[in-house]
């Protein structure tokens, strides 16, 4: 197919309103969780205004996009899949130093110094010590500030236009401090189930704890508001990550009950990658609910995510369709798909993309790996949804299992050497030795397990000339160009182990601080190149 084919093929499908925008054309990218940066300005942790000079170094490049995990406040829990909130953002990214009146205060600039320091090069980011000492500086600064900021008009038009979320957030999160994080159904009864006057007139210790966490997400909406503005003026799209569940520690479901099944939890069933499947814990949705108020929850939560995103990543856009369920006390072999006719998978799920793609002026980018249904990919093409390839999981699977050239890829997708939750291509190339062996076969090379540099950059550039229109690839692959841009041991370099619970997930900082990823010529140099065939 030519691509005037595909552009109007794609100008008339569901989303060619979303396409008129993003521009039908190859666009280059880096993926980057925004916990992993760290400036000569940030406070133990990649902040809000990082991206600004992270956006600005990718315009110069040539670069126009920049994707990021998902950045909903999580409370004490470190896994961004995890939030307390469909809609709030973490606060632990604020960036302290760029608060107004910040620097009036010598209190203020003193813990923001100290907590400057906690941005050294250590390997893995501190969440509690951040988390503490932050919050401290935060209550201090409400104190102090509060009532000047609040008194605004812009403070009071933010708190108008996000009261269908912002205010049921505040108090659940309120009460989770003053509960001491237990779980709201662990809960006294009338804090469980509150009576509706709890929420027009809380009492006025929990409205005061209420008050300063919104007072929090409206400094996070600023914040983040100006970084999207930002990008516009430069070309460069930001690219988000929509969850597709959501924590049954969230306000959404202490809330929100109804649109939820409490009994029954989602996962995956059994494969050739985990013989026990996998149990994840998030309750599944109740669709009929949903649907019964015109799926109004997912349309605001859209709504919310485009104050800051111009693209976004469906996660596991095959649980719209259907998705594996498990009884709460059961393990994952004890699962089934649900909704359990096979008849009812692509109307269940189109009718979802469909609401999804009419409410939002987002591009998304569909993530399909793992065992999808032809009929889903199918469905998602006629919509003019991309998928996602991974391109060490791009094979012949039912032929001779040899690797797929990536210009044959459809233009209806993104392509990637990796993800947050792979190996990295380097402890790929080396510790799965037969797939490395054929790719190498594939591409002429002779195999050592010590990938070299000129093979990595020719891998990379290989996702930059695919078929598809979307290229991005996690920022540390760039890196990995330059030995001394990354950690000694690449083990480090891996953001998250699926299935494990360790310190080591979520908690992955680049080795160089962002102004000296930003000046380095030769990476510079190396990543315009990629561009060139």
Not at 13 to 36: C, E, M, Y
Not at 71 to 98: F, K, M, Q, R, V
Request: proline fraction near 6%.
């Amino acid at each position: 197919m030519t691509d005037q084919n595909i552009i109007q093929r794609l100008n008339a499908s569901a989303t060619g309103t979303q396409w008129k925008k993003i521009g039908i054309r190859d666009h280059h990218g880096i993926n980057v969780p925004l916990f992993s940066l760290h400036s000569q300005h940030s406070c133990g942790i990649g902040e809000y205004p990082d991206l600004i000079p992270l956006i600005d170094w990718c315009h110069a490049i040539g670069f126009d996009v920049i994707q990021l995990l998902p950045l909903n406040d999580t409370g004490p829990e470190t896994s961004p899949y995890c939030a307390l909130s469909a809609y709030a953002l973490n606060p632990i990214h604020l960036g302290l130093s760029h608060l107004d009146h910040a620097s009036e205060n010598s209190s203020l600039n003193k813990q923001i110094s100290e907590l400057q320091q906690l941005t050294t090069r250590t390997q893995r980011v501190d969440y509690k010590s951040v988390q503490t000492r932050k919050d401290h500086f935060l209550r201090e600064y409400y104190r102090l500030y509060g009532s000047t900021i609040t008194a605004q008009n812009e403070y009071k038009t933010f708190k108008e236009r996000q009261s269908f979320w912002l205010n049921d957030y505040a108090l659940f999160k309120a009460l989770k401090v003053q509960q001491g994080w237990h779980p709201w159904e662990e809960w006294p009864p009338f804090l469980r189930d509150p009576d509706p006057s709890f929420f027009s007139s809380p009492p006025a210790n929990i409205k005061e704890e209420a008050d300063y966490h919104i007072f929090l997400q409206y400094l996070c909406f600023m914040q983040f508001t100006n970084v999207k503005a930002h990008a516009e003026e430069k070309n460069v799209f930001i690219k988000g990550d929509i969850p597709i569940l959501i924590n049954r520690e969230s306000a959404d479901v202490w809330r929100h009950r109804n649109f939820f099944f409490l009994d029954i939890v989602a996962g995956a069933p059994p494969d050739m990658y985990s013989q026990e499947g996998q149990k994840w814990g998030f309750p599944l949705y109740n669709w009929d609910a949903i649907a019964s108020q015109q799926y109004r929850w997912w349309i605001e939560r859209l709504a919310v995510a485009t104050n800051f995103y111009h693209i976004y990543r469906i996660d596991h856009i095959v649980g719209f369709f259907r998705i594996w369920g498990i009884p709460l006390q059961h393990t994952a072999r004890d699962g089934r798909f649900i909704p359990e006719d096979t008849n009812t998978w692509i109307p269940h799920g189109e009718t979802i993309m469909k609401v999804m793609l009419a409410n939002s002026s987002m591009l998304p980018i569909g993530e399909d790996l793992g065992t999808i249904p032809p009929e889903v990919r199918v469905c998602l093409k006629t919509l003019g949804i991309c998928g996602t390839k991974v391109m060490r999981w791009e094979r012949r699977w039912n032929e001779d299992r040899g690797y797929i050239n990536p210009k044959d890829y459809p233009k209806e997708s993104m392509t990637t050497v990796s993800t947050h939750d792979s190996e990295t291509l380097e402890i790929w190339w080396k510790k799965q030795t037969e797939e490395a062996k054929l790719y190498a076969t594939t591409r002429g090379w002779t195999y050592d397990p010590t990938l070299t540099q000129q093979q990595r950059f020719a891998i990379l550039q290989a996702s930059h000339h695919s078929g598809s229109l979307f290229h991005i690839n996690l920022l540390n692959e760039y890196l990995a160009l330059f030995p001394n841009l990354v950690w000694p041991n690449p083990e480090d370099e891996r953001i998250n182990f699926p299935g494990t619970i360790s310190d080591r997930n979520w908690s992955y900082r680049t080795l160089p601080f962002l102004e000296e990823i930003t000046a380095n010529a030769a990476l510079k140099q190396n990543m315009t190149e990629l561009l060139n065939k």
